[in-house]
């Protein structure tokens, strides 16, 4: 079997040329999950002013204790007009402005109201339950740097410091197309020998996941101008990328390469060195970077997250949160490898300290149930030799 492409130079292809999407300004509530194109500078200082972190009175320290004239009131958004002598008090609430001649704060626990008095038996330290303007961000502080990846708390970061809209790298548009006379979708009944189309709802989850919106074109018979039909419509509705599942190996019916060709295009490579997922194929049909997965599930998924995923991270301007393998120990024998880089499905737990991942027994790459179940891939190179249970690993975790 020579000829198959290392899985890294596979990734290096899928990568190449790929940079972040243009600019496009978008609702700050919509940005989580976006990577912000410029810095966030604070439009205002929050506080805006002086204010109080309790309900109770402004006072001045030095009167206390006290029976001090209430004055007046400062509620958030409607502070006190006027200002605090010697001997007065203010009425006030959590997140209102101090009054001008208060320095601290009393809770309404520790005070008496008498009337228009208020009884305070104890003392205050200067400066107690006020919040000092700015104390969060000061007007022209850059709270959020070009390159943050957004979540929901960085948003909320953002719309307090009052940007409206945010500038942040394009989405990458991902079509998925599912191939194979034999496919249906969920929830209809199966004719004889059917199988339920699975793999295109898993890729658009890991599409989603990285940052990505999917299309769904729904599942193409094993016929060269229906599936061209598709691809075309892919292309012409201006989608990033194009991924397939299915009709990417040898057999008679198995098309991707012909539609390629007939896209006047020619693959970027196909069959790699890997299990599972040998027969993925890429392409650069204009514009739009098709990814050609295997047909076989765990295959078809495998290949989502080794090449697809990185592919649209980088794509969504996330291309530095880089998957680094993790280090592990083996909870089973694994026999010697051959000459393609397998990816074994997984279990993992934590014993005595240390992270041990366990491949389950049978790894056939048509098994859903076992990909499901799985929390990890252990990686193996090529012609790795035989190791035994508790030997080290290296895995990549699947829950992203
Ligand atoms: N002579 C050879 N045969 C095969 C080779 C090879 O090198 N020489 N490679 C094998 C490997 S490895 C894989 S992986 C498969 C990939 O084949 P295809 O990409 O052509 O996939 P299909 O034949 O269309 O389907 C394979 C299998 O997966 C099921 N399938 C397909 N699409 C879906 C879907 N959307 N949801 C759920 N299941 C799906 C399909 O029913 C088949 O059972 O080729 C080997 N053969
Ligand atoms: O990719 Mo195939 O699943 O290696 O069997």
Same mark, same amino acid.
């Given at each position: 079997?020579?000829g198959? %492409?290392p899985?890294?130079?596979?990734?290096?292809?899928?990568?190449?040329?790929?940079?972040?999407?243009p600019?496009?300004?978008?609702?700050?509530?919509?940005?989580?999950?976006?990577?912000?194109?410029r810095?966030?500078?604070?439009?205002?200082?929050?506080?805006?002013?002086?204010?109080? @972190?309790?309900?109770?009175?402004?006072? #001045?320290?030095?009167?206390?204790?006290?029976r001090?004239?209430?004055?007046?009131e400062?509620?958030? $958004?409607?502070?006190?007009?006027?200002?605090?002598?010697?001997?007065e008090?203010?009425?006030?609430?959590?997140?209102?402005?101090?009054?001008v001649?208060?320095?601290?704060?009393?809770m309404q626990?520790?005070?008496?109201?008498?009337?228009?008095?208020?009884l305070?038996?104890?003392?205050?330290?200067? $400066?107690?339950?006020? #919040? #000092?303007?700015?104390?969060?961000?000061?007007?022209?502080l850059?709270?959020?740097? =070009?390159?943050?990846?957004?979540?929901?708390?960085?948003?909320?970061?953002?719309? =307090?410091?009052?940007?409206?809209?945010?500038?942040v790298?394009?989405?990458?548009?991902?079509a998925?197309? @599912?191939?194979?006379?034999?496919?249906?979708?969920?929830?209809t009944?199966?004719?004889? $020998?059917?199988?339920?189309?699975?793999?295109?709802?898993a890729?658009?989850a890991?599409?989603?996941?990285?940052?990505?919106?999917?299309?769904?074109?729904?599942?193409?018979?094993?016929?060269?101008?229906?599936t061209?039909?598709?691809v075309?419509?892919?292309?012409?509705?201006?989608?990033?990328?194009?991924?397939?599942?299915?009709?990417?190996?040898?057999?008679e019916?198995?098309?991707?390469?012909?539609?390629?060709?007939?896209?006047?295009?020619?693959?970027?490579?196909?069959?790699?060195?890997?299990?599972?997922?040998?027969?993925?194929?890429?392409?650069?049909?204009?514009?739009?970077?098709?990814? $050609?997965?295997?047909?076989?599930?765990?295959?078809s998924?495998?290949?989502?997250?080794?090449?697809?995923?990185?592919?649209?991270?980088?794509? =969504?301007?996330?291309? &530095?949160?880089?998957?680094?393998?993790?280090?592990?120990?083996?909870?089973?024998?694994?026999p010697?490898?051959?000459?393609?880089? &397998?990816?074994? #499905?997984?279990? %993992?737990?934590?014993?005595?300290?240390?992270?041990?991942?366990?491949?389950?027994?049978?790894?056939?790459?048509?098994?859903?149930?076992?990909? =499901?179940?799985?929390?990890?891939?252990?990686l193996?190179?090529?012609?790795?030799?035989?190791v035994?249970?508790?030997?080290?690993?290296?895995?990549?975790?699947?829950?992203?």
């Amino acid at each position: 079997m020579a000829g198959l %492409l290392p899985v890294d130079e596979a990734l290096a292809r899928v990568l190449a040329g790929a940079e972040p999407l243009p600019e496009e300004w978008i609702a700050v509530g919509d940005c989580d999950g976006r990577v912000l194109t410029r810095d966030l500078v604070a439009g205002r200082s929050q506080p805006p002013e002086d204010v109080s @972190s309790m309900d109770g009175y402004a006072v #001045r320290a030095a009167d206390l204790p006290g029976r001090l004239a209430v004055i007046g009131e400062s509620a958030a $958004g409607r502070g006190f007009a006027g200002q605090m002598a010697a001997g007065e008090a203010v009425r006030i609430f959590t997140g209102a402005g101090v009054p001008v001649g208060a320095d601290a704060v009393v809770m309404q626990e520790d005070a008496a109201r008498e009337g228009d008095r208020v009884l305070i038996a104890g003392t205050a330290r200067p $400066g107690q339950f006020i #919040r #000092r303007r700015g104390l969060d961000f000061t007007e022209g502080l850059t709270g959020l740097a =070009a390159g943050t990846l957004m979540n929901p708390r960085r948003l909320a970061l953002a719309a =307090a410091m009052n940007h409206a809209i945010v500038p942040v790298h394009g989405r990458p548009r991902v079509a998925i197309l @599912s191939t194979g006379d034999e496919l249906v979708e969920p929830g209809t009944v199966p004719g004889p $020998g059917q199988i339920v189309s699975s793999n295109a709802l898993a890729i658009a989850a890991v599409v989603r996941r990285a940052g990505g919106e999917p299309t769904l074109l729904g599942i193409s018979p094993d016929r060269l101008d229906a599936t061209l039909e598709r691809v075309r419509f892919a292309r012409q509705s201006g989608h990033h990328v194009l991924v397939t599942s299915g009709g990417a190996s040898v057999g008679e019916y198995d098309l991707m390469r012909d539609v390629i060709a007939a896209e006047g295009a020619e693959p970027g490579f196909w069959k790699i060195a890997m299990r599972p997922g040998k027969p993925l194929m890429m392409a650069d049909l204009g514009a739009m970077r098709l990814l $050609g997965l295997p047909g076989n599930p765990v295959a078809s998924f495998v290949c989502s997250m080794l090449f697809l995923r990185p592919l649209l991270l980088r794509l =969504a301007g996330r291309g &530095d949160s880089a998957e680094e393998p993790e280090e592990a120990v083996l909870g089973a024998d694994v026999p010697a490898n051959d000459l393609r880089a &397998d990816h074994l #499905r997984a279990s %993992l737990a934590q014993r005595d300290g240390r992270l041990v991942a366990t491949p389950f027994p049978v790894q056939d790459s048509s098994m859903i149930r076992v990909l =499901a179940e799985a929390e990890a891939l252990i990686l193996r190179a090529p012609h790795a030799p035989a190791v035994a249970a508790g030997s080290p690993c290296r895995i990549l975790r699947l829950d992203r």
